[in-house]
Structures are given as C-alpha cells and as structure tokens.
C-alpha cells in the first residue's frame, strides 16, 4: 500500500546517457512534483504537474524533460546525462488547494539516487 | 523573495536531552504555510507537520512540539527526551503559490542523538 513510489532506488550510469525515472501515486492526488536534492543534502523543486498539465517549471535545462501519461504518474526522463546530474531525485503529489490560499501536504517518494559517472 | 534559514548545520546531543532545531523564513506573502520533513538514514522524506499562517497556537505531538512565532519569522521545533530513532536530517520549509504549490526548503539541520 505504498503510496508514492519511484523506480528505479538507484541508478548509475555513464556521462552522455539518457535515463528515465518513473513515479506513480496511489493517493488519488491531483498535484505531483519532481525534486532535486543535492550532495549537500540541498532539496529544489524542478517541475509540478496538475492533472497532467505542466504549472512549474523551475528553470530546469531542458534536457530534462517530465512526462504525466495521467494524473496517478509522473515520469522523468533526462538526456545527455552530465556528471552534475547526480543527485538524488524525489517525486511527490499533494491534493490540488480547493481554495485560494490554502496549501496541501506534500508526501514524497522514497528518492532515486543517480550516479553519472 | 522567499527563503528558509536553518542556521544549526549539526547538532549532537546525548539520548534523553531535549533538543530545538530552529528555523526562519522570508516572505512577503499574508497567507503561507509552513512545513517540517524528517530524513532519516534511510534516506526518504517524512511529512511531519503543516502550519498555516493564521495559526500561532503551538503544537504538541507526542515528544513532538512547534513553536510558531509569525514576530520573530521563526517556526522552531523540540523533541523532548531524544532518541536515538530521532537521528535524521530535519529540514523546515515555506510553502510558496506561484502557479501551484511548491515547498522552499531550508538547508537542513543533522541532528545525531547519541546513546
């Protein structure tokens, strides 16, 4: 009953690569998000999806690229991997605010940790 | 701009000491929420508790308490009587709308309870 989950844990590859990270939610969340924490233990977000549309993109190079099929996934796939690309990867989801103003809880997965090499 | 402050990089301390972990923000907004995430070795984010702007009232859960003060920008949380369980990395972080929702983290703060 895992309810937000990411495959693959980990993943190690070579400079020049493209690699796909998957996440699916079975929380019946509207909102999901992709995250980047650092070496330094330093977490950013990268993209937020509603219902499949795109709503952030926070200034990720576009060699990263998200994919939502539908609302319970969001894939992120990432070419011409480069070493500062290693980091590990969170995927979350939150319900959609019914209000304005009001914010929802974010649950995250439990990380993929890349390694470019 | 928004940003959250976690000026305590490590904290170490001896099992059974109560211990605060502090945390400010910055922003502009008159509505936000504020959130504290545990990551423990094991490396996953664990949602620990969310609090509206609106809501100064401290809250006690368990061993568990936060203390929201909107003067000060600071929203510190305790454990009281640590565990060794408790070693993880604590990070406080503003939820910013821009569009959607998105969290702004602070840096984090190592907390080791030692046996």
């Known amino acids: 009953d895992t309810a937000v989950s990411q495959t693959p844990k980990y993943l190690v590859t070579q400079m020049g690569n493209d690699k796909s990270i998957k996440c699916e939610q079975n929380?019946?969340?509207?909102?999901m998000y992709w995250y980047k924490q650092d070496s330094k233990k330093f977490l950013k977000i990268m993209f937020s999806?509603?219902?499949?549309?795109?709503?952030i993109n926070e200034t990720v190079p576009n060699r990263f690229s998200p994919k939502s099929p539908d609302k319970a996934h969001l894939n992120l796939h990432i070419n011409s991997l480069e070493l500062g690309d290693s980091a590990v990867y969170f995927c979350?989801?939150?319900?959609?605010?019914?209000?304005?103003?009001?914010?929802?809880?974010?649950?995250f997965g439990p990380g993929t940790r890349l390694l470019v090499l | 701009a928004q940003k959250v402050t976690q000026a305590q990089t490590e904290i170490s301390v001896v099992e059974k000491e109560d211990v605060t972990l502090d945390c400010v923000y910055e922003?502009?907004?008159?509505?936000?929420?504020l959130f504290w995430y545990k990551q423990p070795p094991s490396g996953e984010l664990v949602f620990l508790i969310r609090?509206?702007?609106?809501?100064?009232q401290n809250e006690i859960s368990g061993r568990y308490s936060w203390n929201f003060q909107k003067s000060t920008s600071s929203f510190n949380f305790t454990i009281t009587a640590s565990q060794v369980v408790d070693s993880a990395v604590y990070f406080c972080?503003?939820?910013?709308?821009?569009?959607?929702?998105?969290?702004?983290f602070g840096q984090g703060t190592r907390l080791t309870i030692n046996p």
């Open positions: 979350a989801s939150s319900q959609k605010p019914r209000t304005s103003g009001l914010q929802e809880t974010q649950y």
């Open positions: 929380l019946g969340h509207d909102t």
């Open positions: 999806y509603n219902n499949k549309e795109l709503i």
């Open positions: 922003t502009r907004d008159t509505t936000y929420y």
């Open positions: 609090r509206n702007s609106f809501d100064e």
């Open positions: 972080a503003l939820g910013v709308l821009q569009g959607a929702q998105k969290l702004v």
